[in-house]
Nanobody, 114 residues
Framework: VQLQASGGGLVQAGGSLRLSCVASASIFSIDAMGWYRQAPGKQRELVATITKGGSTNYADSVKGRFTISRDIRKNTVYLQMNNLKPEDTAVYYC?????????WGQGTLVTVSS
């Protein structure tokens, strides 16, 4: 499965962005998809996930501000990010897990200015 992430950019604190991740295969057959991020000098961390059954999970730091969703017909997973903060600045990676394998997209940079 190949993943193509897009939607990153520069935004002021309090603003919004929507990330998209298009999968090369039907996401209906993928066990889970999600978003991770990695800030400079820090480890990659989980942001949000959505399972095949539609259950979602969020990092405490983004709860109430970020929403993960999917469009199965378009093989696409989205991350709507509202009320962005400077500490959200990172490279965001799309991730998929299926058939015992992990798949990663190329990352998209989100920069939040104060």
């Amino acid at each position: 499965v190949q993943l193509q992430a897009s939607g990153g950019g520069l935004v002021q604190a309090g603003g919004s962005l929507r990330l998209s991740c298009v999968a090369s295969a039907s996401i209906f057959s993928i066990d889970a998809m999600g978003w991770y991020r990695q800030a400079p000098g820090k480890q990659r961390e989980l942001v949000a996930t959505i399972t095949k059954g539609g259950s979602t999970n969020y990092a405490d730091s983004v709860k109430g501000r970020f929403t993960i969703s999917r469009d199965i017909r378009k093989n696409t997973v989205y991350l709507q990010m509202n009320n962005l903060k400077p500490e959200d600045t990172a490279v965001y990676y799309c991730h998929a897990y299926g058939s015992g394998h992990d798949y990663w997209g190329q990352g998209t940079l989100v920069t939040v200015s104060s």
